[in-house]
């Protein structure tokens, strides 16, 4: 099988695509709230999937990361309006040191071509 990769930068491609497969690096959102960083990446990975030939209804999997676990429920507000209720992906959620303070939230997703 080939192998397709997106957005290649110097250190990481923005998706790769393997099979019936797209993997999405992390991403992380602009902004001072939780809510606008989740909507900023979270259009991020609508942009990611459209590019890879996917779409968010296709997503397998998500991991969550909050660099605070009390921004769980404003995180979710903001997932609940933007997944595909009809196809919701299997998800976990955790707490983590993320790459740079300013970061709150960082979104990795799989999901499938087709």
């Known amino acids: 099988m080939s192998i397709k990769r997106i957005d290649v930068g110097a250190r990481m491609s923005g998706a790769v695509i393997h ?4 993997y ?19 259009a991020e990975v609508d942009r990611l999937l459209a590019a890879s030939g996917s779409n968010k209804s296709k997503i397998l999997q998500t ?3 909050l660099s ?9 507000a903001v997932w609940e309006a933007w997944i595909d209720p009809a196809n919701p ?10 790459a740079a303070p300013k970061y709150k939230v ?3 997703v799989t999901a499938a071509l087709d």
């Open 19 to 22: 099979g019936n497969t797209v």
């Open 24 to 42: 999405l690096a992390g991403q992380v959102g602009e902004g001072e709230s939780v809510t606008d960083q989740c909507k900023s990446s979270l």
């Open 63 to 65: 991991i969550v990361y």
């Open 68 to 76: 605070d676990i009390a921004y769980f429920a404003e995180m979710n």
């Open 89 to 98: 992906p299997a998800r976990a959620t955790s707490e983590a040191k993320l």
């Open 106 to 108: 960082e979104f990795i």
